[in-house]
């Protein structure tokens, strides 16, 4: 009978999917509940995707598509709403709107505003974009919704996708299965360790000091290499292609570091790897189920060469990426939902600690992050009519500069998304790439007019 009564009390979490006399909602995930009190129009949470296609976009064809897509996947379709007690979303009754794009991706786009979606389909001539909010999702659910999005509207076009059944390929692309409920748990809740020990609180991370850019401008500067190269320079040196990218990022914030004057008070400088749960603690779902962990150096020490950099790297990545290390974080983060205390205290005062906590435990700790999604795979028949893929970063205003990076084939696609009008990360970076004997294609875009995205197709 008590077995019973806990393993229902479990579920209670994690299920997100609720109904009551008012209709259907769904319960933010443990990831989620911080975002509503942090994003704005400019911090809009918003991370994208999108895809360089070989014939301008049908919309009629791609809106069909998202309407199979959302029909699919209905717990996409739905926008943020207050509670008393906590916030949650409701399902939208219409198919979103497609908007036009713009060179400042991930702006003007507020969550907290009263009916609006969370995720938006941008389409411009060869170019189909999908951004979504990380209240909603991480960057394995986006892609997922993404790639389902690119079959679905393939298949409308009469594009055989000659390889319907073949593992990896089909993975994630959710073109026929019907809804099932693993698909929108809160994951973090599923594997919640209980009486684990907190993580150490982390030191505060060196930020880059650099005007920001107008308001609703986003830069995004992208550097697409060999995936061979990449891998073979990485096997080379006895580490992974991530480690290798992360001690790139590393150097160039030191470098930054020591070339401020004065130097900086915090002396740390740290890069955040996201990662995802899912290869550690099994689940279907495409809410957020990812950590991350922090690669740092102490700038007091002095500079350290490239290859010192590469070793430290890859060993650091080893010792935290740890199941035990991972579920002290688990058990931080989502232990507090479960307690009686915050459950009763009221939304407007959670938002306060909300705000104080990701302050504490957030983007303070970290000087930039890089997010590496790994190959992207489609089903051959889809292949030829797809140019590139690009994986763009959510906006902050506290690291001003981070990176993404996902491979198509054999180009490896890294896109800086910055809201800070210095470029000195980006150039320190992709110079350590090419001093390395790589060949890297850099290009930028920057939209430089105020005006804002409008709907093509309602």
């Given amino acids: 009978m008590r077995q019973d009564h806990r393993e229902a009390h479990e579920q209670r979490f994690v299920h997100t999917r609720r109904e009551d006399e008012a209709g259907e909602w769904y319960a933010l995930d443990n990831a989620a509940s911080i975002m509503p009190a942090v994003a704005n129009g400019i911090m809009t949470s918003l991370f994208r995707f999108e895809a360089e296609l070989d014939g301008p976009i049908d919309l009629e064809a791609i809106k069909g598509a998202l309407d199979l897509t959302v029909q699919r996947m209905p717990y996409f379709n739905v926008t943020l709403r207050r509670g008393f007690f906590w916030y949650y979303f409701e399902p939208c009754n219409t198919l979103p709107p497609i908007y036009s794009d713009s060179p400042s991706p991930c702006q003007n786009w507020n969550i907290n505003r009263r009916g609006t979606p969370m995720f938006r389909v941008r389409c411009e001539q060869n170019r189909i974009a999908a951004e979504f909010s990380h209240a909603m999702t991480d960057g394995t659910g986006g892609l997922s919704f993404f790639r389902t999005l690119l079959a679905n509207y393939f298949l409308l076009k009469g594009v055989d996708p000659e390889a319907r059944l073949k593992e990896g390929e089909w993975s994630g692309i959710l073109a026929s299965e019907s809804t099932v409920q693993e698909e929108f748990e809160d994951a973090y809740q599923r594997y919640f360790p209980e009486g684990l020990p907190f993580p150490e609180r982390g030191l505060k991370a060196f930020h880059l000091h650099s005007k920001a850019l107008p308001r609703g401008q986003y830069r995004v500067i992208c550097g697409t290499l060999s995936t061979a190269e990449v891998l073979a320079e990485a096997k080379r040196r006895n580490v992974s292609l991530t480690e290798l990218m992360v001690a790139v990022y590393l150097d160039a914030l030191?470098?930054?570091?020591?070339?401020?004057?004065?130097?900086?008070?915090?002396?740390?400088?740290?890069?955040?790897?996201?990662?995802?749960?899912?290869?550690?603690?099994?689940?279907?779902?495409?809410?957020?189920?990812?950590?991350?962990?922090?690669?740092?150096?102490?700038?007091?020490?002095?500079?350290?060469?490239?290859?010192?950099?590469?070793?430290?790297?890859?060993?650091?990545?080893?010792?935290?990426?740890?199941?035990?290390?991972?579920?002290?974080?688990?058990?931080?983060?989502?232990?507090?939902?479960?307690?009686?205390?915050?459950?009763?205290?009221?939304?407007?005062?959670?938002?306060?600690?909300?705000?104080?906590?990701?302050?504490?435990?957030?983007?303070?700790?970290?000087?930039?992050?890089?997010?590496?999604?790994?190959?992207?795979?489609?089903?051959?028949?889809?292949?030829?009519?797809?140019?590139?893929?690009?994986?763009?970063?959510?906006?902050?205003?506290t690291t001003m500069t981070n990176a993404s990076m996902v491979s198509w084939g054999d180009k490896l696609v890294i896109d800086f998304g910055s809201l800070a009008q210095s470029r000195d990360l980006e150039r320190l970076f992709f110079r350590r790439l090419r001093n390395l004997g790589l060949h890297v294609s850099v290009s930028c875009r920057l939209d430089h007019a105020k005006e804002g995205t409008h709907v093509i197709l309602p």
């Fill in 254 to 397: 030191q470098q930054i570091w020591h070339e401020t004057k004065p130097h900086p008070r915090a002396p740390l400088v740290a890069v955040e790897v996201p990662i995802n749960l899912r290869v550690l603690f099994p689940s279907r779902t495409f809410r957020n189920f990812s950590l991350f962990i922090l690669i740092s150096e102490d700038m007091r020490l002095g500079m350290r060469g490239f290859e010192e950099l590469v070793r430290r790297t890859h060993h650091q990545m080893k010792l935290e990426y740890d199941r035990m290390s991972i579920e002290k974080h688990l058990s931080r983060n989502a232990g507090s939902a479960r307690r009686l205390v915050v459950r009763i205290v009221p939304l407007w005062i959670k938002d306060v600690f909300a705000r104080i906590f990701f302050a504490r435990f957030g983007e303070s700790m970290l000087s930039g992050f890089i997010s590496n999604l790994g190959p992207v795979k489609m089903p051959p028949g889809f292949v030829p009519h797809i140019h590139t893929f690009g994986f763009i970063p959510a906006p902050s205003l």
